[in-house]
């Protein structure tokens, strides 16, 4: 989800009319909501859930996918989109 959120991100920083750097900053937050609000969303809803079963996966592995893969991904998206970069 952070990806395809990124992505989705990527296009609207693009439409708003955000430089490169604009639109990757904005692409990394979209693709970020979705696990900094699922831990509350999740605690809120099922206040008898293990918390160790939903922040696991958010700080396990979808954090740092989105550090290592994630921030180059949606970098390349954002000059892609603006038609900046090597051809």
Do not use: C, D, K, W
């Amino acid at each position: 989800m952070p990806v395809l959120n990124g992505a989705v991100g990527a296009v609207a920083g693009t439409l708003a009319g955000l430089s490169t750097g604009g639109t990757m900053v904005f692409a990394v937050l979209a693709a970020s909501a979705s696990y900094i609000a699922a831990p509350a969303a999740v605690r809120i809803a099922i206040p008898e859930a293990n918390p160790t079963l939903y922040l696991t996966p958010v700080l396990g592995i979808t954090f740092p996918f989105n550090l290592a893969v994630g921030l180059p991904l949606y970098y390349e998206l954002a000059q892609l989109l603006h038609g900046v970069g090597a051809p």
